[in-house]
């Protein structure tokens, strides 16, 4: 699955990342929000970005009906195991998770979470946002403070 | 800046020709045996070494999987009992010939091209010698089969003492050194400049400015009890040098300055290794080193690890490896309401 950004940027998702995606649309599972982080590496000769795996729900996080609170704990250890055994290339992507509606739109605190996290500047320079709606997979990044949305390729 | 020896490390492994290229020793062998198996009876008796870059523990991985093998042929003639150098050349022209689909009699070699599907996939270059001269020193035949008879003739010429001169420059890692930092600038050019004809410096013309220029970047690590390399920092000062080397000169036929470069062959014969490029050419390759070192400049003054690889990857390509620092993922919050 590719998505794009004008001629900025290209982003993949590899397959096992994206049959993930698609197991919570295929079993419906909407009725907890539920995300994690993407993870991935930069092609940079090409403007591409790969994202090669996500994570998961994680004992320490906190989901219910509306929200999705991520904390660090378990994440950043398997963040940590797939940077190190890639040869130091794989790297923090940005975030994911669900809304239980068929094509989704990111809310107020949504927007605020991806803004405050762009700032961050302590990865890499492109972040992505993906939101796993009942339907459809959509994607956005923030490129200079502006929340911008991916088109997806055909 | 960040410490990119490792992704230096892991760049030269990526992109050197080793020495034990099964395939290129495989195809060597076979043209070997077939040399000895059907040389004409008139021919004399010869020795064969590797020479180029192969030899020279410098080579890199074409790109376009066109491997180049040299090969030296020493036969045990007197040049001056053999006034044609080209008779010499078909002994190895005839011998090779019908193998394969293209065996040629070139200026300076006898070429022998595979191909598959019409593209060339490898070719061994035959460099002939006369070996056994009154003045105990070994000529090049050269010429072409139809060539006039003033551009067929012996050349003063030292394969071997070249290979020797770059292999004894420096001992044991930093030899290492030298050698990595040459196959830097080598895949620097193949990235750099367009594939074809005079404007490209020569592989030997850089190795020899390399030779020149070179000087060994490390530091003793007193914990640890050994020489850490700094790869980055010895092609830096190597690219300066070699932009330091140059010099502006006005050429007249185009009424203009160009920075020209010049350096000899350490061994006979000693030619300028920049004689065949134009001033124009020359004050190109300039520029290239000056962006070279500009882009090096923006390497160093990048903090993330990414950002100094994308550089990297600018000037030597996609076998750059593209790492990245430790990502700290912090906390993240999403509502759907
Ligand atoms: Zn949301």
């Known amino acids: 699955m590719i998505f794009f950004y004008e001629e900025l940027i290209t982003l993949e998702i590899e397959e096992s990342a994206k049959c993930k995606f698609d197991n919570y649309i295929k079993n419906n599972k909407f009725k907890l929000e539920s995300g994690g982080i993407l993870i991935g590496t930069l092609n940079h000769a090409m403007n591409k970005i790969m994202i090669t795996?996500?994570?998961?729900?994680?004992?320490?996080?906190?989901?219910?009906?509306?929200?999705?609170?991520?904390?660090?704990?378990?994440?950043?250890?398997?963040?940590?195991?797939?940077?190190?055994?890639?040869?130091?290339?794989?790297?923090?992507?940005?975030?994911?998770?669900t809304?239980?509606?068929?094509?989704?739109?990111?809310?107020f605190v949504d927007k605020r979470n991806w803004i405050k996290i762009s700032e961050r500047d302590k990865n890499s320079q492109w972040l992505f946002f993906i939101i796993v709606g009942t339907r459809e997979i959509r994607v956005w990044t923030v490129i200079q403070g502006k929340i911008v949305a991916l088109s997806k390729k055909s | 800046m960040v410490n990119l020896q490792k992704e230096f490390l892991d760049f030269h492994d990526k992109i050197k020709l080793s020495d034990e290229n099964t395939i290129l020793r495989e195809k060597r062998e076979?043209?070997?045996n077939k040399l000895s198996d059907n040389i004409c009876d008139e021919a004399v008796t010869y020795t064969t070494f590797n020479q180029g870059s192969y030899a020279m523990g410098t080579g890199i991985k074409p790109e376009d999987d066109d491997y180049d093998i040299d090969v030296g042929v020493k036969f045990d003639i007197n040049k001056d009992n053999y006034s044609d150098p080209i008779k010499v050349k078909k002994w190895v022209r005839d011998a090779l010939d019908g193998h394969t689909k293209s065996v040629e009699i070139r200026r300076s070699c006898v070429t022998v091209t595979y191909q598959k599907d019409d593209e060339p996939i490898y070719h061994v270059d035959f460099a002939i010698y006369a070996a056994a001269n009154d003045d105990g020193k070994m000529y090049i035949a050269k010429g072409k089969e139809f060539s006039t008879e003033e551009n067929r003739k012996w050349e003063l010429s030292d394969p071997q003492g070249l290979i020797t001169t770059i292999k004894d420059k420096y001992k044991d890692d930093d030899a290492k050194q030298f050698r990595r930092v040459i196959r830097y600038l080598k895949k620097w050019r193949t990235h750099n400049f367009s594939s074809d004809g005079n404007g490209t410096p020569t592989g030997i013309s850089l190795t020899i400015l390399a030779y020149n220029y070179f000087s060994v970047s490390k530091t003793y690590d007193w914990s640890k009890q050994k020489?850490?390399?700094?790869?980055?920092?010895?092609?830096?000062?190597?690219?300066?040098?070699?932009?330091?080397?140059?010099s502006y000169k006005w050429n007249e036929t185009d009424s203009q300055w160009y920075h020209t470069i010049s350096t000899?062959?350490?061994?006979?014969?000693?030619?300028?290794?920049?004689?065949?490029?134009?001033?124009?050419?020359?004050?190109?390759?300039y520029t290239k080193v000056d962006t070279l070192l500009t882009k090096l400049d923006e390497v160093k003054g990048k903090d993330k690890r990414s950002d100094a690889c994308a550089v990297l990857i600018k000037i030597f390509g996609e076998d750059f490896?593209?790492?990245?620092?430790?990502?700290?993922?912090?906390?993240?919050?999403?509502?759907?309401?």
């Open chain 1, 53 to 97: 795996d996500i994570t998961e729900p994680q004992h320490e996080d906190r989901q219910s009906r509306f929200m999705f609170t991520r904390r660090e704990k378990g994440h950043q250890d398997i963040m940590d195991t797939l940077w190190e055994n890639s040869h130091y290339t794989k790297t923090y992507l940005g975030e994911w998770h």
């Open chain 2, 227 to 246: 020489d850490v390399y700094d790869d980055f920092t010895a092609l830096y000062n190597l690219a300066r040098s070699i932009k330091n080397s140059f």
């Open chain 2, 321 to 337: 490896p593209s790492t990245v620092d430790k990502s700290m993922v912090g906390t993240s919050e999403s509502a759907s309401l």
């Open chain 2, 30 to 32: 076979i043209l070997l």
């Open chain 2, 264 to 285: 000899d062959l350490p061994v006979e014969p000693y030619n300028n290794l920049f004689e065949k490029m134009t001033d124009k050419q020359l004050n190109s390759f």
């Open chain 1, 99 to 107: 809304h239980n509606e068929p094509s989704p739109t990111p809310s």
